[in-house]
């Protein structure tokens, strides 16, 4: 099946450093990448997909200038925490769409990215 | 309302039992409609997609009920192996009117089943 890489797989930082994390995917083209994020004990939420070549699209209540994405090629997204805050610590998860795909429902998953701000 | 809703559980059966989630989605517009199982501290992985007319994968049942609005997840001869978060998905359509995002996944909070010996 297709794969989705994540990098870092997690990372600790300071409050107000800003952190990226990258999401390829690596054995397909993907015209649309999701970022999620993920709090304990509670599920998946939507925060903004990454379509490349063109702005994001964030769903409501997520700060587009605080979570900058960037879909610069078919197999890279990267989303930026900037100024991160203790309340920003959560696991971050990316999927992606197979062009190719037969379903335009098929994601396949990323690994995942936990961030800690302390 | 959550746009998609399923009891958290946890449930806790032996091996062997078989256990059944629900789960009810609110849009009557959704598309389509997937079961998840995320481990512990790792990404989802897809279980199975869920048709109208019902479908199975070896241990696993799904059905779909569009009147109702209701999903639901049967399994067989429940393993060890089976004990992780079950989360009901449902495609709703397309992210925005411009029709560029496609595959907008909703997630249901999990199911968390525990199989013990």
Redesign the interface.
Known sequence: GAVVSQHPSWVICKSGTSVKIECRSLDFQATTMFWYRQFPKQSLMLMATSNEGSKATYEQGVEKDKFLINHASLTLSTLTVTSAHPEDSSFYICSARDLEGSSTDTQYFGPGTRLTVL | RKEVEQDPGPFNVPEGATVAFNCTYSNSAS??F?WYRQDC?????LLM?VYSSGNEDGRFTAQLNRASQYISLLIRDSKLSDSATY?CVV?MGS??A?G???????????TILTVHP
């Open positions: 598309q389509s997937f501290r790792k990404e989802p992985k997609s989360l495609n992210a925005n411009g560029t995002s496609y595959g907008k996944l909703t997630f249901g909070q999990g």
